[in-house]
């Protein structure tokens, strides 16, 4: 049986990349990804060979895992973050799933062994940089409409500042996408304090990170990118500050035992 590793390797930082996730690198003979993904990596990649596909090309960097796989090279597919949140994992079963149904012609696909290696997600490293965003309740929604609709987006925002959850934003704005960010803020702005605390991450665990934390009245569109995470605390969420430090917690309901 021939091994395919669907690996996670969080954030960025080197030093944040689980052990489990570089040993799959380091067994593997063929690392499929988009390009930074593996320069972040460092030396665990050389010696490798590299299967660069860009940016939009994840149905064929899928596609090419399973292919190197199933002729017989350990081979790992590589994403930033989770690769199960918003990321590779998701369209390799997807298309394991259409090779089952036969609307695909791979049948070696099916003898591959695939392993799924988690990593740290950027909504759970930007909470650690400020404290405790996710304390409490908490979803993640997408605001690219490519592949989902609007009305659908629109609708998930709505259920999520009616249900009072902290929301990481991913795929917040893009350069052909730059109001969706501003009608989520509008929408949960209905829900809860013009005050609650926002965090913008920006190339988190990264040389370059740039952290703020701001009121959510303040969140704007022209100030986020897609290498930024949003996250928007939910009613009770709290900015404290000590000194030149400031953190954001949202309680958990310890306060009735304190």
């Known amino acids: 049986m021939t091994k395919l ?17 570089r040993a799959a690198v380091e067994a593997s003979t063929d690392l499929v990804a988009y390009g930074l993904y593996l320069a ?16 939009g090309e994840e149905i064929n960097r899928a596609r090419l895992a399973l292919d190197l796989a199933a002729s017989g090279k350990t081979t790992a597919l590589v994403s930033s973050g989770d690769i199960g ?21 791979q049948p070696a696909w099916l003898d591959v062994e695939v392993e ?21 309740d908490f979803c993640t929604i997408s605001l690219s ?3 989902t609709p609007w009305q659908t987006i629109e609708k998930r925002i709505h259920s999520a500042g009616s249900g009072d959850f902290v929301v990481s934003f ?9 109001w969706q960010l501003n009608s989520a803020r509008d929408i949960l ?32 569109a022209k100030d986020v990118d897609m290498f930024t995470l949003v996250s928007v605390g939910n009613s009770e969420s709290r900015r404290i500050v000590n000194g030149s430090r400031e953190w954001v917690y949202t ?8």
Not at 5 to 21: H, K, M, Q, S
Not at 120 to 125: E, G, K, L, R
């Open 189 to 220: 702005l209905q829900y809860r304090p013009a005050e609650t605390p926002v965090l913008l991450g920006r190339q988190l665990t990264r040389e370059d990170e740039s952290i703020r934390i701001i009121r959510l009245d303040q969140l704007d």
């Open 145 to 147: 409409d490519l592949l």
């Open 85 to 105: 949140i918003y990321a590779m994992a998701t369209l390799v079963f997807e298309l394991l799933d259409r090779q089952l149904q036969g609307q695909e012609d």
């Open 251 to 258: 309680p958990r309901g310890y306060r009735k035992k304190l």
């Open 116 to 136: 799924v290696i988690p990593g740290i997600s950027a909504m759970q490293a930007g909470a650690s940089r400020v404290g405790a965003l996710l304390g409490h």
């Open 5 to 21: 590793f669907v690996v996670g390797t969080g954030p960025g930082a080197a030093d944040l990349v689980a052990p489990r996730a």
């Open 170 to 178: 991913y795929n917040p704005v893009s350069k052909k996408r730059d």
């Open 40 to 55: 972040l990596l460092g030396d665990v990649c050389d010696g490798k060979t590299h299967h660069d596909l860009p940016l």
